[in-house]
């Protein structure tokens, strides 16, 4: 499999490897396959029954090639899905007649960015062994990827990771989960600023990396790598094979921000997985709500949701929804990106967005509608929802029903991490799991650092 930059005008393409290390090609662009593998009927019937981790390895396999033996594939798949405290993965819950949940929080950091970032890391620290070179990660969190990419790299022999956090602004839960892993490549620091100043640093050491040695580089984990969409094609087939496999149309809703969840699912379904919807749920931050009903992609202010993780502006995977639709004309969407670019506005030809319009529907949830239902919900089920959730069941129940068609709504995050939407919703915190309760009394290891980039730069080097 070769892949392609969604700017790349000089038809070059690429190696798994070369994207994998690289996170983002030069132009700015995004990495994309050039050609998706195609799964018919028989070979989608052929996964029922099989395990988590079996299906990983069939739908990862096309994706990675000959980069990786099927050996050292299983091997890392097995490594990354054993972390999570549920023997299915991602166990389907039955929520209401024909509407399921797809629990995807059953892992280190009881959310679902585990499932991408626990192979990410593994996936790094093997082409890093092959190349016989060491990087070094480097991230800024507002709370939740900090601690899954921690997570996901504890173990890794030839990486050093890095996180900035914005001193006192993550939750003391959200701080733990990163500065109790007291492993000696994971490193955490407090940045004396909030989380914009912390996302400049990171951008700063980035964009110019000449003060490190030659045989070393840096990562970006929030990067938007090809490997993390990859690893979350796996569930959208998981589930669909326990529903009715090749045979039946599946619904499903997704929490969305920065539109790699859903676009993974997009994916699932260009490889030949039946889906007849995907509806992007958002929350107020709704950029992408804007899109599929009016052709409106303009930025606009942020607000401070009760679903802090979809608390984005722009979507930064969006772009290779539009490489798709336009036929893989890099020319048009290095112009769109540009248009963006300029007037914080985007609006796409008519005919290309009714076109993929067809395959999504969008709602908006409001802090109001997520409290709501997820009362709604407990009062019914006796389910607890987490905030981002709510968004996802909020757009199912908005929808005019498919009474026959299976619909799967993704609960990306468990909602003892989220305790004020709990309060807000007027219902009561579950016991927290038990690795929650060991958090609040583990030793933590963190430095608090001033904004400064050369005094930043100059921590670095001291890890090289
Ligand atoms: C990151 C995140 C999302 C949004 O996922 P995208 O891939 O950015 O669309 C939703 N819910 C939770 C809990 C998250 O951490």
Redesign the pocket.
């Known amino acids: 499999m070769r892949y392609i930059s969604t700017r790349g005008t000089d038809s070059a393409d690429y190696s798994f490897m070369e994207v994998l290390l690289k996170g983002m090609p030069e132009d700015g662009g995004l990495y994309v396959p050039k050609e998706l593998p195609r799964f018919s009927p028989e070979k989608i019937s052929s996964l029922k029954g099989l395990a988590y981790n079996d299906i990983a390895f069939e739908i990862i396999k096309p994706f990675t090639g000959d980069c990786i033996p099927d050996e050292v594939l299983k091997e890392i798949i097995g490594n990354s899905y054993g972390t999570f405290d549920h023997s299915c993965v991602a166990p389907l819950y039955p929520l209401y007649s024909n509407v399921w949940v797809l629990e995807l929080f059953h892992g280190p950091t009881l959310?679902?960015?585990d499932f991408a970032l626990q192979i990410l890391g593994r996936l790094l620290d093997y082409a890093l062994e092959q190349e016989g070179r060491r990087a070094i990660v480097l991230g800024a969190t507002s709370g939740?990827t900090g601690s899954a990419a921690i997570e996901g790299c504890r173990h890794s022999k030839n990486l050093d990771i890095i996180i900035l956090h914005p001193h006192k602004r993550v939750s003391e839960i959200q701080r733990r989960q990163m500065t109790t892993v007291l492993a000696s490549n994971v490193h955490n620091f407090a940045i004396d600023g909030n989380f914009d100043d912390c996302q400049e640093l990171v951008k700063q050491c980035l964009i110019d990396q000449s003060f490190l040695p030659k045989n070393i580089n840096l990562v970006a984990v929030n990067s938007i790598n090809w490997a993390r969409i990859m690893a979350q094609i796996v569930y959208y087939f998981y589930a669909s094979v326990q529903l009715g496999g090749s045979e039946r149309e599946i619904v499903f809703s997704v929490?969305?921000?920065?539109?790699?969840?859903?676009y993974a699912g997009y994916i699932a379904k260009r490889m030949g997985l039946p889906i007849s919807k995907l509806v992007v749920a958002t929350n107020k931050n709704d950029i992408l709500h804007r899109f599929f009903q009016n052709n409106d992609y303009s930025r606009k202010t942020l607000y401070q949701t009760l679903?802090p993780?979809?608390d984005i502006m722009v979507s930064s995977n969006f772009e290779r929804l539009l490489f798709d639709a336009y036929q893989q004309d890099a020319s048009a969407i290095k112009e769109l990106m540009s248009q963006f670019h300029d007037s914080n506005k985007l609006t796409i030809k008519k005919s290309i967005w009714l076109e993929i319009k067809q395959y999504f529907s969008s709602y908006s949830a409001q802090d109001s509608d997520i409290c709501d239902t997820m009362k709604k919900t407990y009062n019914e089920t006796s389910y607890l929802l987490?905030p981002?959730t709510a968004t996802g069941i909020h757009a199912l129940k908005s929808m005019d029903s498919l009474p026959l068609t299976p619909q799967v709504s993704l609960a990306?995050?468990h909602p003892i991490k989220f305790q004020q939407a709990i309060v807000d919703a007027q219902l009561t915190a579950p016991k927290p799991p038990q690795s929650m309760r060991e958090l609040l009394t583990k030793q933590e290891k963190y430095n608090i650092i001033p904004k400064n980039l050369d005094n930043l730069k100059k921590i670095i080097i001291t890890l090289t």
Do not use: L, R, Y
Request: charged letters at 20%; zero cysteines.
């Open positions: 959310a679902f960015k939740d929490p969305t921000g920065n539109f790699g969840d859903i679903s993780s979809m987490d981002h990306t995050a």
